[in-house]
């Protein structure tokens, strides 16, 4: 059992009223949270239903429980640990709400109606899912969104699809993953009985990764926080390590703490447990160059190690092939294991040339809450496509048709599905021959097949003269898929499905003809792709909390970390916590070729590499 520092103790056995811990990477944030829930249980006498921790994933949830577990026996499965989704969800539930949640592709195609509602065209839906959510996200109700941007014509369209989308969930008792917490916060804030209810039961309120909370999931905390003599408020944070400004989170969430919740007493712990102090030094390095923040210097008493190592590859396909050199130089000695190993990027896309090199080369590996980049939802249908194309006339191709027939959306329901199968039936053709000689009454639907024949049909003629890569480029213009793509993308931190798309088209130009293309994407369903002992990839956003022996973060060029959109301080936070994820060994490299054309490395490593 690890024994806690003075100063960790002290946080972890302060126990009425409001406390900041706030620590760099590797401090034991996390370790002490979990301390303080079995030092309040074990020694204090408070029952284990009265504690709620909450946390930021359903994984970090699940690892705090496993830490109480040797402590606090069946105790530990008494104590509320969640995210604030979930605890939001349950919430509802109890309170005797009836909805249903409605999902990601669930959400995209009911803004889509009501978009249709309105008339409003040429505002891609999911933009307008990212102005909602985080206009919530701040507390901002349709009628303060409309005020907000008078004399914005886009903002305002978008205003207008926010009030009948919230008439319309309402109507059919549909939450969207945001409502979870706004519902919530409205029953806190509105019925007093109910919070009273909630503030009587939770007496002890604790939060991991408290920078990234929004300003919604405070003032739903600011409504479960009670006044008795006997209850707690208490979180942990590093506001070095904000990195959802997406959902309207911010450095000054720390900042202001004091502020905020006055009277409240603050924690520093100095000391890092994870990292050599070769690693600490690049972090702080790094971490130095931003202005918003609170100073802190990162020391540990950790045996020295080796400096971080720099790789720079012609490419992203010798990144890949370096890291499988290096990879298999660490794992064949017998010192590390496959497991031990975690693989950072910036951008989920980045995986490709990784999962490529690692599958030719047998290092076992898998994506963390994610999936192989074959697997994806944009590059699996264009694969579909050319398996269509392939072979039409074929079970195969029937059952590509099958997927692909409807995207991008050609507005084909079932009843025109069940009449196709059985009219190909009854003539004993395959669905393609179907298709073109079925009877179609519908005008829209009609141009719709027409169309798509018209694409497709020149494309199976020429198959063997086409390279996958060609036919690709062509799908892409003629399906206008960069734009169906990017409309339906609900805009995320860490993933691009155009990136992903110009992937699928970097590395389709290896292969020269259709099936050898197919049946190397299929391997990727295989074990090796997803092996839990295997090396870890992630983007940085997933590995919030994590540590591991050895950290790879790639993709250290200029456009890619810092990302071309982002905000720079928040770029640097973002490789900040991608680089403190390494215990003993940290390698930073960076292809000086992304994509086919120059690249620079990143100012952050030169920023790390100052001396
Ligand atoms: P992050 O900001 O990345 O979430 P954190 O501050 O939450 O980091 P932890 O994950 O709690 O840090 O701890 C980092 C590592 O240091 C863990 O392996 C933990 O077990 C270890 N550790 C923490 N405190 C001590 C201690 N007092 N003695 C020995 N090891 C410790
Ligand atoms: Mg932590």
């Known amino acids: 059992m690890i024994r806690?520092?003075?100063?960790?103790?002290?946080?972890?056995?302060?126990?009425?009223?409001?406390?900041?811990?706030?620590?760099?990477p590797g401090s034991g944030k996390t370790l002490t949270m979990t301390r303080r829930i079995a030092n309040l249980v074990k020694n204090h006498g408070v029952s284990p239903e009265r504690i709620i921790g909450l946390t930021f994933t359903r994984n970090a949830a699940q690892a705090m429980r496993e830490k109480l577990y040797p402590i606090l026996e069946d105790l530990a499965t008494r104590v509320d640990l969640a995210t604030i989704h979930s605890f939001c969800y349950s919430l509802l539930k109890q309170?005797?709400?009836?909805?249903?949640?409605?999902?990601?592709?669930?959400?995209?195609?009911?803004?889509?109606?009501?978009?249709?509602?309105?008339?409003?065209?040429?505002?891609?839906?999911?933009?307008?899912i990212r102005e909602i959510s985080l206009a919530k996200n701040n507390i901002i109700d349709t009628d303060e969104f409309a005020d907000l941007y008078t004399g914005d014509e886009t903002m305002l369209k978008i205003a207008d699809v926010y009030r009948l989308y919230e008439a319309e969930k309402k109507k059919k008792l549909l939450l969207d993953f945001t409502d979870l917490l706004f519902e919530s916060y409205l029953l806190l804030k509105g019925e007093k009985e109910i919070r009273q209810k909630y503030q009587d039961s939770y007496t002890h309120l604790l939060i991991d990764e408290y920078q990234d909370v929004g300003p919604l999931q405070v003032e739903i905390l600011k409504q479960l926080i009670n006044n008795h003599r006997?209850?707690?408020?208490?979180v942990c944070a590093d506001d070095c390590q904000s990195i959802y400004s997406f959902t309207g989170a911010s450095?000054?969430?720390?900042?202001?703490?004091?502020?905020?919740?006055?009277?409240?007493?603050?924690?520093?712990?100095?000391?890092?447990?994870?990292?050599?102090?070769?690693?600490?030094?690049?972090?702080?390095?790094?971490?130095?160059?931003?202005?918003?923040?609170?100073?802190?210097v990162l020391r540990t008493k950790n045996s020295t190690g080796a400096k971080a190592t720099v790789i720079d590859?012609?490419?992203?396909?010798?990144?890949?092939?370096?890291?499988?050199?290096?990879?298999?130089?660490?794992?064949e000695s017998g010192t590390y294991q496959f497991k031990d190993i975690a693989v950072l990027y910036r951008a989920n896309s980045l995986s490709r040339p990784i999962e490529d090199g690692f599958k030719q080369h047998q290092i076992p590996y898998h994506i963390e809450n994610g999936s192989s980049f074959y697997q994806r939802h944009e590059v699996k249908v264009l694969l579909d496509y050319l398996r269509f194309i392939n072979n039409p006339d074929s079970d195969d191709g029937d059952?590509?048709?099958?997927?692909?027939?409807n995207i991008p959306n050609r507005y084909i329901g079932k009843t025109f599905m069940t009449g196709l199968e059985s009219f190909s039936n009854k003539r004993n053709v395959h669905l393609f021959q179907g298709l073109k000689t079925m009877p179609i009454e519908v005008p829209y639907l009609k141009k719709f097949i027409k169309d798509f024949v018209c694409l497709i049909e020149p494309l199976i003629q020429d198959v063997a003269q086409l390279e996958p890569a060609e036919i690709i480029h062509i799908l892409r213009e003629g399906l206008d898929y960069d734009r169906y793509i990017s409309d339906d993308d609900i805009p995320s931190p860490d993933d691009s499905k155009i990136e992903n798309i110009n992937q699928l088209q970097l590395?389709?130009?290896?292969?020269?003809?259709?099936?050898?293309?197919?049946?190397?994407?299929?391997?990727?369903?295989?074990?090796?792709s997803n092996n839990k002992d295997g090396v870890a990839l992630m983007t940085v956003h997933k590995s919030k909390g994590l540590e591991f022996p050895i950290v790879f973060v790639i993709g250290m060029t200029e456009g890619v970390m810092p990302n071309k959109q982002g905000e720079i301080e928040e770029e640097r936070r973002i490789c900040f916590v991608g680089i403190s994820r390494a215990m003993n060994l940290l390698y930073l490299t960076y292809p000086i070729n992304y994509m086919?054309?120059?690249?620079?490395?990143?100012?952050?490593?030169?920023?790390i590499l100052e001396d």
């Not at 590859?313 to 794992?331: F, H, P, R, S």
């Open 230 to 234: 006997k209850s707690s408020f208490w």
């Open 507 to 528: 590395v389709s130009a290896k292969y020269k003809d259709i099936p050898a293309l197919i049946n190397y994407t299929e391997t990727f369903k295989e074990e090796n």
């Open 596 to 607: 086919g054309k120059n690249a620079t490395r990143s100012r952050f490593l030169d920023e």
């Open 251 to 296: 450095v000054g969430n720390i900042l202001n703490f004091d502020k905020v919740f006055q009277n409240s007493q603050q924690f520093i712990l100095d000391t890092n447990y994870r990292s050599t102090p070769e690693i600490l030094s690049c972090c702080q390095r790094l971490i130095d160059h931003n202005t918003k923040k609170i100073d802190k």
């Open 313 to 331: 590859a012609t490419n992203e396909e010798d990144e890949a092939l370096q890291l499988v050199n290096e990879i298999k130089g660490l794992t």
């Open 95 to 128: 309170e005797g709400k009836t909805f249903e949640i409605l999902h990601g592709n669930e959400q995209l195609k009911f803004v889509r109606q009501v978009m249709k509602k309105k008339r409003i065209r040429n505002i891609p839906v999911g933009l307008i």
């Open 399 to 405: 059952d590509a048709l099958r997927k692909i027939i």
């Open 4 to 24: 806690l520092n003075s100063r960790q103790k002290e946080a972890a056995e302060f126990l009425y009223g409001t406390a900041c811990v706030i620590a760099c």
